[in-house]
Nanobody, 124 residues
Framework: QVQLVESGGGLVQAGDSLRLSCAAS????????MGWFRQAPGKERDFVAA????????YYADSVKGRFTISRDNAKSTVYLQMNSLKPEDTAVYYC?????????????????WGQGTQVTVSS
């Protein structure tokens, strides 16, 4: 069992930066692939980024590539999402998720554990 708690969301202006954090409970954090997803009102939950258990492999949605960076600190059982050059279309609730393995890493249904989400609002 893994419990995830996101933090770091807020209201910012276009072009600003935010760093989201996701703190995980449990001793086996380092064995999980971690992902970030987001969901805007009336839309499906979309993949944003993922990172392998070791941190050696990262994956990004095309819409955030070059602006967002996912990282993890296994000693702190925490995964981060650094978001730069934010745009109004990045506005959404951002969710942290955990799973084992890396097949279909962009698919939300492959993730077993989810946080409660943190709101990110980018004004123009």
């Amino acid at each position: 069992q893994v419990q995830l708690v996101e933090s770091g969301g807020g209201l910012v202006q276009a072009g600003d930066s935010l760093r989201l954090s996701c703190a995980a409970s449990g001793r086996t954090f380092s064995s999980y692939t971690m992902g970030w997803f987001r969901q805007a009102p009336g839309k499906e939950r979309d993949f944003v980024a993922a990172i392998s258990w070791s941190g050696s492999s990262t994956y990004y949605a095309d819409s955030v590539k070059g602006r967002f960076t996912i990282s993890r600190d296994n000693a702190k059982s925490t995964v981060y999402l650094q978001m730069n050059s934010l745009k109004p279309e990045d506005t959404a609730v951002y969710y942290c998720a955990a799973r084992r393995g890396a097949t279909n890493i962009r698919r939300a249904y492959q993730y077993d554990y989810w946080g409660q989400g943190t709101q990110v609002t980018v004004s123009s």
